[in-house]
């Protein structure tokens, strides 16, 4: 019964290639996020999706693009993935029609570009 | 743009000692606050929250309040454990725009 789900939670990969991050949430959210945690463990919000349509997006490269198939899940998909893409990304979800907007994070999905 | 200020660490202390960290915000609007915390090797979990102004989140021991006229929403706890070291991340959030503070890395020793 996990609220935020990530898969996978490790990914090791090579310069150059594409990857996806999978996410899904079963809390009944409308609105879903993705952020970066760098080496620092500062966090920075990338992309926000309020009942499947884009509210957020910072300024990330065009590298990175987010897909929800539908308010359950947000996908994030990498291209020709850097060295600098090395960081931990989580998932998050909240209800922005509720009465605050506490968001609940997925468990991380460490990525390592070698 | 809306901000978290909190103090930078490490902080290291002994067990049942008092702690403070601070945080401080700058925003347009009417914000909510949080302070997340993050366990080796884990997520982010929320710890408290804050909707309002004077409004006081607690849990697990851990206080904060609201407080509009110095924008600061500090954390507190009387008497720490071994067991709550981890990172701790002030966030204030308007409709879904999140903004983290730098995080607080908290060593607890026995």
């Known amino acids: 019964d996990t609220a935020v789900s990530q898969t996978p939670k490790y990914l090791v990969t090579q310069m150059g290639n594409d990857k996806s991050i999978k996410c899904e949430q079963n809390l009944g959210h409308d609105t879903m996020y993705w952020y970066k945690q760098d080496s620092k463990k500062f966090l920075k919000i990338m992309f926000s999706y309020n009942n499947k349509e884009l509210i957020i997006n910072e300024t990330v490269p065009n590298r990175f693009s987010p897909k929800s198939p539908d308010k359950a899940h947000l996908n994030l998909h990498i291209n020709s993935l850097e060295l600098g893409d090395s960081a931990v990304y989580f998932c998050?979800?909240?209800?922005?029609?509720?009465?605050?907007?506490?968001?609940?994070f997925g468990p991380g999905t460490r990525l390592t570009v070698l | 743009g809306d901000s978290v200020t909190q103090m930078e660490g490490p902080v290291t202390l002994s067990e049942e000692a008092f702690l403070t960290i601070n945080c401080t915000y700058t925003a347009t609007g009417y914000p909510s606050l949080f302070w997340y915390v993050q366990y080796p090797g884990e997520g982010l979990q929320l710890l408290l929250k804050a909707t309002k102004a004077d409004d006081k989140g607690s849990n697990k021991g851990f206080e904060a309040t609201y407080r509009k006229e110095t924008t600061s929403f500090h954390l507190e706890k009387g008497s720490v454990q071994v067991s709550d070291s981890a990172v701790y991340f002030c966030a204030l959030s308007d409709r879904g725009d999140m903004r983290f503070g730098a995080g607080t890395r908290l060593t607890v020793k026995p």
């Open positions: 998050a979800s909240s209800l922005l029609t509720g009465d605050t907007d506490t968001q609940y």
